[in-house]
């Protein structure tokens, strides 16, 4: 059974572009929304992360939405670049416990010069 | 402000064979978590470690044990090793705790290959 489900599976955006990537989620104990970014040979890097006591965050060119009614947050990337190509995860945890994350499957964004 | 740093970075190993993997947590860290990501998969939790004791454990079979340290550094056991234990092994330092954020942070893994 899998908790958090991301889409699309991949993404390719011209530079300048935005990139959206969806994220679900089942189970409503969850309470801690990460983003993490990962590149080729690295760990992943924490980008932005909200609690479901706002809908919305924004840090720098990332904003996350978060919709708790439907169980879905998203990640938007403005002006894309071309470093922001890496694979991007959603995840999410249990208040208490959260460093147990529970990872979507990933998305590899492209972002073409 | 030293990061988490993992050894070793890449090693292969036949099935049935032992491994340990190491991990230094970051400095003020006193909370670490091994994650397992095969190849094209986000990262599964297997455990975690606060103040040497484990504190959650994900699916994974008892092969799987783990030590931490009382400098917080940790170990990743696997005995009999499967081929499905090919993947990258990551740890993840946090500050755990009353006041600690649980952000993790991640080394670079330790990428395992059983044959």
């Known amino acids: 059974q899998q908790q958090v489900k991301q889409s699309p599976q991949s993404l390719i955006v011209q530079k300048g572009g935005i990139s959206i990537i969806n994220c679900a989620y089942e189970n409503t104990a969850f309470d801690y929304f990460p983003w993490y970014q990962q590149f080729p040979g690295k760990g992943p890097a924490l980008l932005i992360a909200?609690?479901?006591?706002?809908s919305e965050k924004k840090e720098g060119r990332f904003t996350i939405s978060f919709n708790k009614s439907a169980k879905q947050f998203s990640l938007h990337i403005m002006d894309s670049q071309p470093g922001d190509s890496a694979t991007y995860f959603c995840?999410?945890?249990?208040?208490?416990?959260?460093?147990?994350?529970?990872f979507g499957k990933g998305i590899t964004l492209s972002v073409r010069p | 402000e030293t990061g988490v740093t993992q050894s070793p970075t890449h090693l292969i190993k036949t099935r049935g064979q032992q491994v340990t993997l190491r991990c230094s947590s970051q400095?003020?860290?006193?909370?670490v978590s091994w994650y397992q990501q095969a190849l094209g998969q986000g990262p599964q939790f297997i455990f975690q470690y606060y103040r040497e004791e484990e504190n959650g454990r994900g699916n994974f079979p008892p092969r799987f044990s783990g030590l931490q340290f009382p400098n917080y550094s940790s170990e990743l056991n696997v005995n009999a090793l499967e081929l499905d234990d090919s993947a990258l092994y990551l740890c993840?330092?946090?500050?755990?705790?009353?006041?600690?954020?649980?952000?993790?942070?991640f080394g670079e893994g330790s990428r395992l290959t059983v044959l």
């Open positions: 909200i609690r479901p006591d706002v």
């Open positions: 995840a999410a945890s249990i208040s208490g416990a959260n460093s147990k994350l529970t």
């Open positions: 400095s003020g860290h006193n909370t």
């Open positions: 993840a330092s946090s500050l755990g705790g009353q006041g600690g954020t649980g952000e993790l942070f």
